[in-house]
């Protein structure tokens, strides 16, 4: 494995042992040096097309915990708003020796671009609403870590699927490692082909819940639409919002997943936000032993 593009490039070897990597990673997490020095000497490149909070701290985290140097670039601020182009700034990069590229990116597919023009690794963080695979990797670390497994688990994604990378990278994953994954959203927030893709639909969350062992919230990405979707945002949180009542209804042990940024009110509640049975801190505390697992995997070879 050279790059991480998507989740779908993965198999289930490949997957279990990012995810063991990781578990085995975050006992450095504990402990008061938290640095290893596996990665010293390497280079490592943040390129942030888009904003990011967890995204782009976790990966720089855990290439310092890793010992590698890390460059923190992002397109405010750079030659990229004087109109440098993706491949000139890729070969930018590429001349001074990156061993490996975290890009964000608006358009689906630059990552797929960037691995082309680059000798690096090419880690995906995101590229428009194609995919998100470290998240969905650190989801289903944080699944496993909950709830013990991951064969069989009944996963239900609920909400604005059409502009969600996180969830085409957790349906390609959670599928390939053995769950079930129900989307659950409103016919104008699926993708048209989401008939072709490995999981279950449904237009109905009340329904849902009572047969779901994880329930994964979206947040509705306005940022990302150009028309409306549904009538108002009290009608969806009515129907497609989780709120204490809705999360009675699921089995006891039942866990609430969301990727982050939270939007309190509009898809998930702060009462269900703030219970404990809502994973949000873990999946942050996660993601970094599970990027330091990547990084290791891809760029610790000699
Ligand atoms: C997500 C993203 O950027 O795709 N956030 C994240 O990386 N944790 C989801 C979102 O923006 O709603």
């Not at 904003?51 to 310092?64: I, P, Y």
């Not at 769950?179 to 927030?189: D, E, I, S, Y």
């Not at 699921?250 to 936000?273: N, Q, T």
Request: hydrophobic share 40%.
């Amino acid at each position: 494995m050279r790059h991480l593009l998507s989740t779908g490039d993965l198999d289930r070897d490949e997957a279990t042992l990012i995810l063991d990597t990781a578990t085995e990673l975050a006992q450095v997490g504990d402990r008061s040096v938290k640095k290893l020095p596996t990665l010293r000497g390497r280079t490592v490149v943040n390129l942030f097309y888009e904003d990011s909070t967890r995204t782009r701290t976790s990966f720089e985290l855990a290439a310092k915990r890793l010992s590698a140097d890390v460059i923190n670039f992002s397109a405010k601020g750079s030659s990229v708003s004087k109109g440098e182009s993706l491949k000139d700034t890729a070969l930018t990069l590429q001349a001074m020796g990156a061993d490996g590229v975290v890009i964000r990116h608006s358009a689906s597919g630059a990552a797929h671009r960037l691995a082309n023009w680059v000798d690096g690794s090419v880690l995906n963080a995101g590229d428009g609403t194609h995919e998100h695979p470290t998240q969905a990797l650190l989801d289903a670390f944080t699944m496993r870590a909950r709830l013990g497994r991951l064969e069989g688990l009944r996963v239900a994604v609920v909400g604005d699927i059409l502009h969600s990378r996180v969830a085409r990278s957790n349906v390609l994953l959670l599928t390939t490692l053995g769950a079930h994954v129900t989307l659950v959203a409103p016919p104008t927030l699926l993708p048209v082909s989401v008939h072709t893709w490995p999981c279950e639909v449904s237009y109905d969350l009340d329904r849902v819940l009572p047969e779901t062992d994880v329930v994964m919230m979206l947040r509705v990405q306005a940022e990302r639409m150009r028309d409306s979707f549904f009538p108002s945002v009290r009608e969806y949180s009515r129907n497609y919002g989780l709120d204490g009542e809705r999360l009675g209804r699921m089995p006891a042990e039942a866990i609430v997943m969301h990727p982050g940024p939270m939007v309190r009110g509009m898809e998930i509640s702060a009462e269900v936000a703030d219970s404990p049975r809502c994973t949000v801190t873990e999946q942050v505390a996660n993601g970094v032993s599970l990027r330091m697992a990547v990084l290791y995997l891809l760029l610790g070879g000699s």
